[in-house]
């Protein structure tokens, strides 16, 4: 009887070990490229609405709290503007005017300029 319960008790500590194996793969696995692009353009958004709507509109149609700050489909829709050029710009702290005094680490930048570039349009026509 001893041998007998020494082996079920094998066999489901067995079972149990393949099974914890398997579920560790499948929550390890990398998110997919879309995934990641999706959250950066979540974490993008939010980042727009807690930073910078106080002076930018930062959804479609939207207008500019302070009229001397382009809306984001503005800029998004600005001939040439790519989310490369628009990283590059946003990282080079010397473009901003003095009175923003604003600071936004690397991880941002990638997360900002995501969300904007969804705001470019076909046939794009700025608000006169």
Known sequence: MTRVLV??????????????????????????????????????????????????????????????SPAFEDIANRDGLTSATLRQYLRDAHNYPDAMQFRIERSQVRDLSAYIVTLKKSGYKPAI
């Open 7 to 68: 082996c079920a008790m094998s066999r489901l500590i067995f079972v149990a070990l393949a099974s914890l194996a398997a579920a560790s793969v499948a929550f390890s696995q990398p998110v997919t490229v879309q995934e990641r692009r999706l959250a950066e353009i979540e974490r993008g958004r939010g980042l727009a609405e807690a930073r910078c709507a106080a002076c930018h509109a930062v959804t479609a149609n939207g207008t500019s709290p302070n009229p001397e």
